[in-house]
């Protein structure tokens, strides 16, 4: 099993950047797929983007596609999302995600959750 503890949220300008961090506790880290998801006031969970363990492939959100990159540093147990041209719309709560068996998706996240990390994007 894998703990994930997310950090780096905060309030940021539109056009501004942020990097959530997301530590993960276990010694078998580099071998989870991990993901991000993020979950706006009134709305559903949504995906923002997903690598694979080896951080070789990566997928995105439409919505997210060329301002956002996801990576990791299993040598420190640290899985990234580098966000930058903040919109408002991407005002939510960010969860960590991951996942030892399968690559995470849109419709199939992994297994484990962490708390998430506030981010609000002002205009």
């Known amino acids: 099993q894998v703990q994930l503890v997310e950090s780096g949220g905060g309030l940021v300008q539109a056009g501004g950047s942020l990097r959530l961090s997301c530590v993960a506790s276990?010694?078998?880290?580099?071998?989870?797929?991990m993901g991000w998801f993020r979950q706006a006031p009134g709305k559903e969970r949504e995906f923002v983007a997903s690598?694979?363990?080896?951080?070789?492939?990566?997928y995105y959100a439409d919505s997210v596609k060329g301002r956002f990159t996801i990576s990791r540093d299993s040598a420190k147990n640290t899985a990234y999302l580098q966000m930058n041209n903040l919109k408002p719309e991407d005002t939510a709560v960010y969860y960590c995600n991951a996942e030892y068996v399968r690559i995470i998706t849109t419709s199939r996240p992994g297994d484990y959750w962490g708390q998430g990390t506030q981010v609000t994007v002002s205009s």
């Open positions: 690598g694979t363990w080896s951080g070789g492939t990566t």
């Open positions: 276990g010694r078998t880290f580099r071998r989870y797929h």
